[in-house]
């Protein structure tokens, strides 16, 4: 089993910057992708971007690269999503995942996570 924890959700406004942080605890060796997601009401979960390997790779979804840059410190089990010049349309609950994944195909489909944190809010004003 592997326990995530976000912190570091807040309200900005648009243009502003937040750091979110993930704490991975547990069975953590057993995965070997964690990634960010984020949910608004009536809509599905998606991918923000993702990292592979410890820093071997990243990923990013279209409508946050540029923006939004996701890293990992293996010596903390934590794993950030810095994101810049936010948009009123980022705000989302963000979550934090991680899996085994065995090919990297639809690396940023939820539905190929097995382990999640409890979400943290962001919240953009115009």
């Known amino acids: 089993q592997v326990q995530l924890v976000e912190s570091g959700g807040g309200s900005v406004q648009a243009g502003g910057s937040l750091r979110l942080s993930c704490l991975a605890s547990?069975?953590?060796?057993?995965?070997?992708?964690m990634g960010w997601f984020r949910q608004t009401p009536g809509k599905e979960r998606e991918g923000v971007a993702v990292?592979?390997?410890?820093?071997?790779?990243?990923y990013y979804a279209p409508s946050v690269k540029g923006r939004f840059y996701i890293s990992q410190d293996n010596a903390k089990n934590t794993v950030y999503l810095q994101m810049n010049s936010l948009k009123p349309e980022d705000t989302a609950v963000y979550y934090c995942?991680?899996?085994?994944?065995?090919?990297?195909?639809?690396?940023?489909?939820?539905?190929?996570?097995?382990?999640w944190g409890q979400g943290t809010q962001v919240t953009v004003s115009s």
């Open positions: 547990g069975s953590t060796r057993s995965t070997n992708v």
């Open positions: 990292i592979y390997d410890g820093g071997v790779a990243t």
């Open positions: 995942a991680a899996g085994s994944l065995m090919t990297l195909a639809n690396i940023l489909s939820p539905s190929r996570y097995t382990y």
